[in-house]
């Protein structure tokens, strides 16, 4: 949300900062996801799951085409404001929908 306020804010060093955000907390967040990949499948079955990777990697740019076909037709404001509650949406309901794990 960093990013979307600095766009209604018209803020430079905002909208900077919630872009570095966000950049910067997706790496992690992916290689963490191939550690427990890693830690937890079966050695033999370890390319097939991690390839699932590469599909869930490409969806995190979707959302830049999909800016820019929103801002052809409205306003480039409204369009990230609609794209940033898309986003958050489905993670809030991908993060709901998981069922419960424990670590051992």
């Known amino acids: 949300m960093v990013f979307e306020t600095g766009l209604w804010a018209r803020s430079l060093p905002t909208f900077a900062a919630g872009t570095l955000l966000a950049g910067t907390g997706i790496g992690p967040v992916f290689h963490g996801g191939v550690g427990v990949a890693q830690r937890l499948a079966d050695p033999r079955r370890r390319a097939d799951l991690l390839s699932a ?49 424990t670590m051992a």
């Open 53 to 101: 990777y590469s599909p869930a990697y490409t969806g995190t740019i979707v959302p830049t085409p999909a800016l820019g076909l929103l801002d052809q037709t409205i306003n480039q404001d409204f369009a990230t404001l609609i794209l940033a509650v898309a986003v958050m949406a489905t993670t809030l309901a991908s993060a709901l929908s998981r069922p419960a794990t």
